[in-house]
């Protein structure tokens, strides 16, 4: 219960004391923090990969699909929080936004019309600009202000970051997600701005003195969501026209994400933060990497975002020759541990295991008995509605259907862990129990999971995807990417 009064100081001594000292030693709890997982760029591409060519995952509608890769390429190129791009669903105190600096404090913060703030199109500028490297190309650059900093939501001067096209991958492209987005809203003001093709039918009047051409946006979208959610509708899902896509989805998306790449340990949002300031630590000052980072001080970075490895080839530099930098960047990454094949070998729990789980067990026989005392005085459930009866039913069968899905998951998770603990020693073995390879189709999967631009591997070039194509012109046909197959 808040007070108001701030705790007399030998009391906080002795809580302290407390809690680390007799909690810990009673509960043999630990005291040692867990390891920062870092995503680099390596570990990105395999990620991005597998979402655009492998993946199967369901989403209510292919904008998520979209706006997940988007997602990851924002945390990763600018290093911002989730909750200034998503619209948070954890409700703090407003007094308490900015306190601390744990991943997991997240704060909603509504805006005047009463709903919750997430990045909209007012935040992002568009802009079609003259090639710095001559010719009668263009290209198109983003300015996206993100206003939800922590600590800073709606406050003071917010920053601005600068995106640029990326021809060389496109699955890289964050102006290519944005403008995928953008069309399928119809979000241009311009009445020549309909279809991807429309971006190139005009050019830069250079003898006006003209360096740019802004691409603006319809006045009643400004307030829109870029990131928005599936709802059911009336047969199927559709995308919601005001409500931002949730930290909670997000989070499952890139969970599920993880574990079909073969990510040992759950894919986190919060790894492209640290893989953003690893990256950046290297070229800009401490005091622009806290900028882009929003920290308040130096140390916050050293304390929570640095992994636990020594980024330093040790052996090398005592032994006095070529450091083995490729060895340390290996060591700290997510890549080190990843399986590809991971997902098509573990099962998933069967009903019957799940069922043979004491608490579940439990419920189910607790759930019958109501069940039958119910039918032999109300001869229905639905009878039964309102009834005292009833209500411990309906919590019952509640009850049941979360301590399923938390049995499931946890027996998923001790497989998963039980395959990476004896991936070292994997053998394969056909019916007749000798040792066997793998077939042809099992080690092309893994060749374009681990190597996804090895030419020889590539798709036809009338299945590839549309970052796999190098024509600008074919690239703006495709900037409404479709769902893959």
Same mark, same amino acid.
């Given at each position: ?106 704060v909603s913060v509504r805006d ?220 700290? &990454? #997510? +890549? *080190?541990? !990843?399986? %590809? @094949? ?98 042809w189709q099992v080690s092309r &999967? #893994? +060749? *374009?999971? !681990?190597? %996804? @631009? ?32």
């Amino acid at each position: 219960m808040k007070t108001g009064r701030e705790v007399d100081l030998t009391l906080k001594t002795e809580m302290r004391n407390y809690l680390f000292s007799t909690i810990c030693f009673d509960f043999s709890l630990s005291q040692a923090g867990r390891d920062k997982k870092v995503l680099d760029v390596d570990d990105l591409l395999g990620i991005l990969h597998y979402h655009w060519s492998l993946c199967n995952g369901f989403f209510p509608t292919e904008r998520q699909r979209i706006q997940l890769a988007l997602l990851l390429l924002l945390i990763s190129y600018t290093g911002v929080r989730p909750s200034a791009v998503l619209e948070m669903s954890r409700d703090k105190p407003l007094e308490d936004a900015g306190k601390g600096d744990d991943p997991d404090f997240m704060v909603s913060v509504r805006d005047p019309d009463g709903l919750v703030d997430c990045l909209k199109y007012k935040d992002i500028e568009l802009y079609k600009v003259k090639d710095p490297a001559g010719g009668n190309e263009h290209v198109f650059l983003m300015v996206i202000t993100f206003r939800l900093m922590k600590g800073h939501r709606n406050t003071g001067v917010p920053h601005k970051i600068v995106f640029h096209e990326r021809d060389d991958n496109l699955a890289f492209c964050p102006v290519l997600h944005v403008l995928s987005l953008a069309f399928a809203d119809q979000a241009f003001r311009s009445r020549w701005i309909r279809k991807p093709a429309d971006l190139f039918s005009f050019d830069i009047q250079e003898e006006r003195g003209l360096q740019a051409i802004p691409l603006e946006w319809k006045d009643d979208i400004l307030a829109t969501p870029l990131f928005r959610k599936g709802e059911r509708a009336v047969s199927w899902y559709q995308t919601s026209a005001t409500s931002g896509w949730t930290y909670h989805d997000a989070r499952n998306a890139i969970v599920r994400l993880g574990k079909g790449a073969g990510l040992k340990n759950p894919l986190a949002m919060y790894d492209g933060r640290r893989g953003f300031g690893e990256a950046i630590d290297k070229r800009v000052t401490e005091a622009v990497r806290n900028k882009a980072m929003g920290h308040s001080r130096g140390d916050i970075f050293a304390r929570f975002y640095t992994n636990r490895i020594i980024a330093a080839d040790t052996i090398s530099a005592f032994l006095g020759t070529a450091s083995q930098d490729w060895a340390v960047k290996a060591a700290s &990454h #997510l +890549s *080190l541990t !990843r399986d %590809p @094949l991971a997902e098509h070998y573990i099962n998933v729990p069967s009903a019957a295991e799940i069922g043979a789980d004491s608490d579940v067990q439990c419920l189910a026989l607790k759930r019958t008995a109501l069940k039958t005392a119910i039918l032999a005085k109300y001869q229905s459930i639905r009878g039964a509605a309102g009834s005292e009866v009833g209500i411990q039913y309906k919590a019952v069968v509640e009850e049941l259907r979360i301590t399923k899905k938390r049995v499931k998951v946890s027996l998923y998770e001790q497989r998963w862990a039980e395959w990476f603990a004896r991936e070292g020693q994997f053998v394969a073995y056909d019916a007749a129990g000798t040792t066997t390879a793998l077939t042809w189709q099992v080690s092309r &999967h #893994l +060749s *374009l999971a !681990r190597n %996804p @631009l090895h030419t020889s591997e590539r798709r036809p070039s009338d299945q590839r995807r549309p970052w796999q194509m190098g024509s600008r012109a074919r690239n703006a046909e495709l900037a409404k990417l479709p769902a893959p197959c």
